[in-house]
């Protein structure tokens, strides 16, 4: 099935928008597939190891775990405290009211984000909209306890961000919430080994042994401890800090919503975020 022309002409503001941003998607397109559902697709012929999707830091929302303070220009959004109490959905659903313009005048700040905005679903048929009787029709208690829990976080985050921005209406902030949690995918900041620094290391010290400015026991200690560094500031120290990231990436999400999935994981809290183990930050982008 083809594209209708509204979305064929988002489609083609969002690709000039991509290409501003850096973003690498060569080998995918957006596609109606027979089914009536709107996805990414392969669009050139795809070998074992090839990166399909590449995107900028700059040109994602992303928060950190634990960080406790709202980047600077959420500053006024919503209180300290607030952006505190929520979890990684809540403060990524804050960052995307924002980009969005709600609860804030546009014109303060305009959104860079806009093109990919105009992309996202107007509204989401999730648990959150069904009745009671409906959630009950799950028959599976595990899950029904967490629609439920859900429901009620989502609830006592919105009583607190209405107190900080009474602009910020309900229907718009569950909105967000939902994006955040069937868009996003997360995963430990693993930073790319600085190749740079460890051959300038390796070129000091073969450059210092030949000019007899170190012996070869000391020029072998130096670069043991150097390489230890080099290795555990980039592969170590995040993983035993916990620095898991949470991210909602331009076209990268569109393939995060990807609905064809097994059973047992639509059943799972997160499944989509999950369903995307192979990207991760390499660098100053995400690729997968």
């Known amino acids: 099935m083809g594209l209708d022309a509204e979305i064929e002409g988002k489609w083609s503001k969002f690709s000039e928008w991509t290409a501003t941003q850096n973003i690498q998607n060569e080998k995918l397109g957006l596609a109606e597939f027979d089914t009536g559902l709107r996805g990414v697709k392969a669009v050139s012929p795809i070998s074992s190891g090839d990166v399909l999707l590449s995107v900028p830091v700059g040109a994602v929302l992303r928060v950190v775990a634990g960080n406790s303070r709202p980047p600077s220009k959420l500053q006024g959004y919503v209180s300290d405290e607030t952006w505190c109490d929520a979890q990684w959905w809540g403060q990524l659903a804050l960052l995307l009211l924002w980009e969005k313009g709600v609860g804030r005048a546009k014109s303060i700040q305009p959104s860079s984000m806009a093109s990919w905005i105009e992309m996202l679903p107007e509204d989401m048929n999730t ?3 069904w009745t009671e009787a ?3 029709e799950l028959q599976y208690q595990p899950l029904v ?3 439920i829990r859900q429901r009620t976080a989502w609830k006592v985050l919105f009583k607190q961000v209405q107190k900080d921005n009474a602009q910020i209406c309900q229907d718009d902030f569950y909105l967000a919430c939902e994006m955040a ?3 996003a995918f997360s995963g430990p900041f693993v930073n790319r080994l600085p ?4 051959f300038l290391t390796g070129l000091l010290v073969a450059v210092s042994t030949q000019l007899n400015i170190l012996d070869a026991t000391k020029a072998a200690i130096g670069t043991a401890l150097v390489l ?3 290795v555990g500031n980039a592969l170590v120290v995040p993983r035993i800090f ?3 990231h949470y991210v909602m990436a331009p076209m990268i999400d569109m393939v995060s919503a990807c609905k064809e999935v097994s059973a047992r994981r639509r059943k799972s809290p997160g499944a989509a975020a999950r369903h995307l183990g192979s990207f991760a ?5 995400w690729v997968g």
């Open 195 to 198: 190749k740079d620094q460890i």
């Open 127 to 129: 648990p959150l909209h």
């Open 228 to 230: 230890l560094w080099v």
């Open 145 to 147: 306890t967490k629609c």
């Open 181 to 183: 949690r069937s868009r």
């Open 242 to 244: 916990g620095l898991t």
């Open 134 to 136: 409906q959630v009950e």
């Open 281 to 285: 930050q390499r660098g100053k982008s």
